[in-house]
Each structure stands twice: as C-alpha cells, then as structure tokens.
Nanobody, 123 residues
C-alpha cells in the first residue's frame, strides 16, 4: 500500500484545511486509517483514526470538536477536515494504514505511512 497525503499549507488561526490521503491498492477498504502529526522537536502524536468501513472514529482530545476524520472507500481516500485551527496545530501531518480494520491510537500499530504534509497555522 502506498499513501500520498496532500492538502497542507499556510492558514491563519481560526481557518480551515482539508487534508487528503490517497491510497493505492485494492485492499484499502479493509484497512483502518489514522492521522498523526509531528511538530518540530516533538514526538509523533495521534490525531484521529477511522475503522475500515468508517463506522467507528476516534479523535484526540486536543482536536475533538474541531477535526473530523472520514473516508471514501470508492475513491481509496481518507480525509481530515480541520476547522478552528490554532498555532499549536502546526506540524507535519501523516496518514497511516493499519491492516487490521479496527481503530488504533498508537503509531507502532500502523503498517504503512505516507510522506507527510506540512500544516502551518499563523497567529
């Protein structure tokens, strides 16, 4: 599975961005997916995860109510809608795939990773 994240950029605080992660391969619909982020000098941090059919999602407390993960299994794409962005959301955002279809919040439990897309939120 190859993952290609896109949609990052520079946005002012309070603004919105929508990240996309396109996956290759016919097994995408059986994988759980996740978004993680890593700010400079910090460890990789869990953001959100979604089950293989999209019926179960879980978001980190730091983004709950502002970010929403979703997926389109026809288009082999997972999304992260980010609203009310804050400067502390600035990071490289990574999408990841987990061959087990259930959600997970720890990065070692994911099997495939995209290259990351940079989100910068200015104050």
């Amino acid at each position: 599975v190859q993952l290609q994240a896109s949609g990052g950029g520079l946005v002012q605080a309070g603004g919105s961005l929508r990240l996309s992660c396109a996956a290759s391969g016919r097994t995408f619909s059986s994988y759980a997916m996740g978004w993680f982020r890593q700010a400079p000098g910090k460890e990789r941090e869990f953001v959100a995860t979604i089950s293989w059919r999209g019926g179960t999602t879980y978001h980190a407390d730091s983004v709950k109510g502002r970010f929403t993960i979703s997926r389109d299994n026809v288009k082999n794409t997972v999304f992260l809608q980010m609203n009310s962005l804050k400067p502390e959301d600035t990071a490289v955002y990574y999408c990841a795939a987990r061959t087990t279809g259930t959600i997970a919040t720890k990065h070692p439990w994911y099997d495939y990773w995209g290259q990351g897309t940079l989100v910068t939120v200015s104050s």
